[in-house]
């Protein structure tokens, strides 16, 4: 797993966040991996958001993070690729444009991608 005890990712797998991610920007599995030009499969995701796949290589967090708008370097810790030396009293900047309103905790940053998920079910019925 991706759990490598930084307290800055908190107690959330590197896959409940990618879903999450996935979730907050309304993309389906099959969209995701069109928008990475099929360097990401939908499968592969789908395992990587299900936690069968722990670390999955730098390349295919840097193409995720292009298409959820997301800090490539927030991922590659989560992943265990980077120390949280960013990390000040369990806070950490916000990399996502969203996010640009100041410090937030990871779960300030998990309750946002919740509602921004649910904001954008809601449009689409």
Do not use: C, W
């Amino acid at each position: 797993m991706s759990n490598t005890g930084d307290s800055d990712t908190s107690e959330e797998t590197l896959g409940a966040h990618l879903f999450r991610l996935r979730a907050a920007a309304g993309l389906s599995l099959r969209q995701v991996e069109d928008a990475t030009e099929k360097e990401v499969s939908n499968a592969y995701l789908s395992q990587l958001e299900n936690n069968r796949i722990g670390k999955p290589s730098p390349n295919i967090l840097h193409a995720l993070a292009l298409v959820y708008k997301t800090s490539y370097e927030d991922l590659m810790q989560r992943a265990g690729y980077l120390s949280s030396d960013a990390a000040t009293d369990g806070r950490r900047r916000g990399k996502v444009a969203t996010f640009a309103i100041g410090d937030i905790t990871p779960e300030e940053e998990k309750s946002l991608l919740d509602y921004l998920a649910f904001i954008r079910q809601q449009r689409r019925k």
